[in-house]
């Protein structure tokens, strides 16, 4: 079990470029969340999936925001003609459903400032 | 709506001592997890200690535990014997779920805690 991992852990960008984050999830997990957290504030939900299916998508994942988990593994996070407002940190978290336990683990995040 | 409110932005204990972090949240709903998260400065979040709400009994793991009210509402954590790696931002988290159906956090704004030596 090496945990959550996230790639990349910085990202400085100009206003108008597209961005796209990558989350390894624990391998046995079988949920994976993406949130965003900016500074002072808890994590906000944006969207999570159930294997490759995204079940949910909160009303901050603008048309901008797009997210995959293609073979039920990784999940990407795209963020097309990026804003300051994009400006945060971008939380992935993965949990196993069933068994009586329901904690998520979280990943290191991904910095990123639009510039 | 589920809501989770964290009234103390920021709390500082001197090492050794016990200090008790506040959580309220409101929700219509009757099967949820409560959770507490600790996020130590420029490291990941971490579970410090999980709640089911159908059980009365309060969770503790070592030097945590809560203080968990169902019908006030309120989720507080308490940790013993203060160490100066306990200092983090400590979020407050609510889950809703439905048998095998987990949900998303609710999360609070947290409460950034010092542990003074």
């Known amino acids: 079990d090496t945990g959550v991992s996230q790639d990349p852990r910085h990202k400085i960008t100009k206003r108008g470029q597209n961005v796209t984050f990558r989350c390894d999830p624990i391998?046995?997990?079988?949920?994976l969340y993406w949130y965003r957290q900016t500074l002072g504030q808890g994590p906000e939900f944006l969207t999570y999936?159930?294997?490759?299916?995204?079940?949910?998508k909160s009303r901050l994942l603008s048309d901008r925001f797009s997210a995959e988990r293609p073979k039920g593994s990784f999940s990407t996070l795209e963020i097309q003609r990026t804003e300051q407002g994009d400006s945060a940190m971008y939380l992935c978290?993965?949990?196993?459903?069933?068994?009586?336990?329901?904690?998520?683990?979280f990943g290191p995040g991904t910095r990123l400032t639009v510039t | 709506a589920q809501t989770v409110t964290q009234s103390q932005p920021e709390m500082s204990v001197q090492e050794a001592e016990t200090v008790t972090l506040s959580c309220t949240y409101d929700?219509?709903?009757?099967?949820?997890?409560l959770f507490w998260y600790k996020q130590p400065p420029s490291r990941q979040m971490i579970l410090v200690i999980r709640?089911?709400?159908?059980?009365?009994q309060n969770a503790t793991e070592n030097r945590f535990s809560v203080n968990f009210q169902k019908a006030a509402k309120s989720f507080s954590l308490k940790i013993s014997d203060s160490q100066l790696g306990d200092t983090a931002m400590y979020f407050c988290?609510?889950?809703?779920?439905?048998?095998?159906?987990?949900?998303?956090?609710?999360f609070g704004t947290g409460t950034r805690l010092k542990v003074l030596a």
């Open positions: 999936f159930q294997n490759e299916a995204q079940l949910e």
């Open positions: 709640q089911e709400a159908y059980k009365q």
């Open positions: 978290a993965s949990s196993l459903v069933g068994g009586g336990r329901y904690e998520q683990y």
């Open positions: 391998s046995e997990h079988n949920r």
């Open positions: 988290a609510f889950m809703k779920h439905d048998g095998a159906r987990s949900y998303k956090y609710i």
């Open positions: 929700t219509s709903e009757n099967n949820y997890y």
